[in-house]
């Protein structure tokens, strides 16, 4: 089992949708979940972090997490072409020390006229 | 405000030869810095992270190394490429002091080994 699964996708809505990313995680005492964007050629771009089951909004950036389940989700409303992208999800490693994040490889989003 | 630089931007290089990658990092103090590779379609892994000057760790067994000379500079370097160390290699600092904060990207260093 993957540390961080995502669907690689690609996933696609039109342009004023709901897009939906998910992602699980395995370790079970993780505590702090992020969402970065990554557009093609250029390095990731963090745009949301949770730390707390429920719900947590940035405009139109929604993320939701749920300890209980190990999954944490992020919905972007109100799509736009300019959302399309990958997106990461990534999780805090507890063991080892440091400050340290396990990413999964990320889900291609698709945003259509 | 925190600003992180990564040049160069691209490189081409061939097999055998050195590499050395630089990254700094402005407006903080005693940051925790890390080097990842991504290679094409791939996820991002950890190379090497550092809580502090001159102190390094590795992530994975490999023909790289990463030095921290200064608090806010790090450095990614080789003695012979190989032609798997193709890749986009990206530096990343956060808070240091607490495990709950994210990390930050520089814009990345695209290597080509020919």
């Known amino acids: 089992q993957k540390e961080v699964e995502q669907n690689s996708g690609p996933l696609s809505v039109p342009e004023g949708a709901i897009a939906s990313l998910n992602c699980t995680y395995s370790d079970r005492v993780s505590q702090s979940f992020f969402w970065y964007r990554q557009y093609s050629g250029k390095s990731p771009e963090l745009i949301m972090s949770?730390?707390?089951?429920g719900d947590k909004e940035d405009g139109r950036f929604t993320a939701q997490l749920n300890k209980a389940s190990q999954y944490v989700s992020l919905l972007i409303r109100d799509s736009q072409p300019s959302d399309s992208a990958t997106y990461l999800c990534?999780?805090?490693?507890?063991?080892?020390?440091?400050?340290?994040?396990?990413f999964g490889t990320g889900t291609q989003l698709k945003v259509e006229l | 405000s925190q600003t992180i630089h990564q040049w160069p931007a691209t490189l081409v290089q061939p097999v055998g030869s050195p590499l050395s990658l630089e990254c700094t990092v402005e407006g903080t103090s005693n940051p925790n810095l890390y080097w990842y590779r991504q290679a094409a379609g791939r996820g991002l892994q950890l190379l090497f992270y550092s809580i502090g000057i001159d102190q390094i760790s590795s992530e994975v067994p490999q023909n790289l190394s990463a030095s921290r000379p200064q608090d806010r500079q790090f450095i990614l370097s080789s003695k012979k490429l190989l032609l798997s160390d193709s890749g986009f290699y990206l530096c990343?600092?956060?808070?240091?002091?607490?495990?709950?904060?994210?990390?930050?990207f520089g814009d990345g260093t695209r290597l080509s080994i020919l």
């Open positions: 949770i730390y707390s089951n």
């Open positions: 990343a600092w956060s808070t240091s002091g607490t495990v709950d904060q994210p990390q930050h």
């Open positions: 990534a999780v805090n490693r507890v063991t080892g020390g440091g400050n340290k994040l396990t």
